[in-house]
Each structure stands twice: as C-alpha cells, then as structure tokens.
C-alpha cells in the first residue's frame, strides 16, 4: 500500500519549523513516543537526525496501533487517535503557487484535500485558517494549519499541518471526540509543543 493510500485508509477507515540543531538523534524517518517522567502527558519524538523534532500529548493511556493499517503505526491516548506523517515538498509541488511558508502550507493543504475529495467525494472539508506557533521558549514564529473533514456516518478528522523545514511538512491527523472548539484547542496544544530537540536531549536519551 503506497504512504498515500494509507493515509487516506486512515482518514476513512477511522471514520512542524525553525532552524533544528540537533546532535545525535538518529536518522531513521520513524517515530519514537516516551512516557513524560512527570507523568499526564507523552512525548512524540519523529527522528530524522539533525531535523529531529518532538511534540507532547496530553494523556493518561497509550495504545499505539500498528495491525489497522499494516506498516502505518497509530496512536490511541485516551480518547484520542493520532497519527504522524511527514510529506515532502516534491509530494505536492504542482500544487505551490510560490515558495514561502504561508504558500507551502497552502499547496500541501490543498494537495491533501484534492486527495480526500477525489477518494471521498461525499466528505465535507472545513478550513480553520493559518495561526502562528512559537518553539518551546517562544521564540521563531513560524505558522501552522488547521483543518477538517468528516465523510457521512464516520468521526470527523483533524489535521494539524506545519513545516519542518523549506522542503518538509509535518502533519499530524488526530480524531477525537467534543466539538470543534475542543478539538482546535488539542491542536493548537500540539502546536505550541512542537519543537526542535537540543544536543542535550538527544545524547541523555536512550533510543530503542
């Protein structure tokens, strides 16, 4: 099954950034989750070496399931299921009218939903706008996207769009119940976390 057709089988079978310097994370284009030493909460590491970057999940439970989609990994905290993918920029350039952040989100954006209307055609997209994100010390601005789209008689799904670098966008498609409103503020929470991962960090941790 080709990384498209996954994750449209996840759309529909449910229902990131700054300059990264970063030492020695390793490069394996995977996800890694830990739990938080403080508890409450879980941390999203996506490995790509220098460009390593990590989110945090609210949440008490982790489930990550990897037999729905076979070779695509998803994760259920409490009452939510997410999933992370990175897309690049060649995956959608037909799409870019131009090469600045705001112009990138938008072709990636507008290449995924082409893909959800030509394989849902009944699913009803809605655009929640661009917002700005800092890093964790709230510094670099740098902006994020947030949509949706909900086929008759399945959940809605969130997705929560945001560059990494020029060349790479990290999306993470979450579903989960509550209104719009609940679900925004999850997103923008993810947002928020999101993050390049320092030297430190990556030497002190002990990677699977």
């Known amino acids: 099954m080709t990384r498209r057709r996954r994750r449209i089988a996840w759309f529909c079978g449910l229902a990131m950034a700054s300059s990264w310097a970063v030492a020695d ?3 394996s284009k995977s996800t890694v989750v830990f739990k938080s030493s403080q508890g409450g909460s879980y941390l999203f590491y996506y ?52 090469t600045g952040e705001a112009e990138t989100l938008e072709a990636q954006v507008r290449y995924e939903q082409q893909y959800v209307k030509t394989t849902a055609p009944q699913a009803k997209i809605t655009n929640f706008g661009t917002r700005t994100r800092t890093d964790r010390d709230g510094k670099n601005p740098r902006l994020f996207r947030i949509w949706k789209f909900q086929a008759p008689e399945m959940q ?47 030497d002190g941790i002990k990677w699977p």
């Open 25 to 27: 994370c390793p490069n």
């Open 47 to 98: 490995l790509m070496g220098e460009r390593t970057f990590r989110f945090t999940v609210e949440g008490k439970s982790f489930r990550m399931d990897t037999a729905r989609i076979p070779g695509h990994a998803l994760y259920e905290i409490d009452d939510k299921v997410l999933q992370l993918d990175r897309v690049d920029r060649k995956s959608f350039a037909s799409f870019a009218q131009g």
């Open 156 to 202: 809605a799904q969130y997705l929560l769009t945001t560059l990494i670098d020029a060349d790479t966008v990290a999306m993470i498609s979450a579903s989960m119940p509550g209104t719009d409103d609940d679900a925004l503020d999850v997103l923008r929470a993810y947002a928020l976390s999101l993050g390049s991962v320092s030297a430190a960090d990556c």
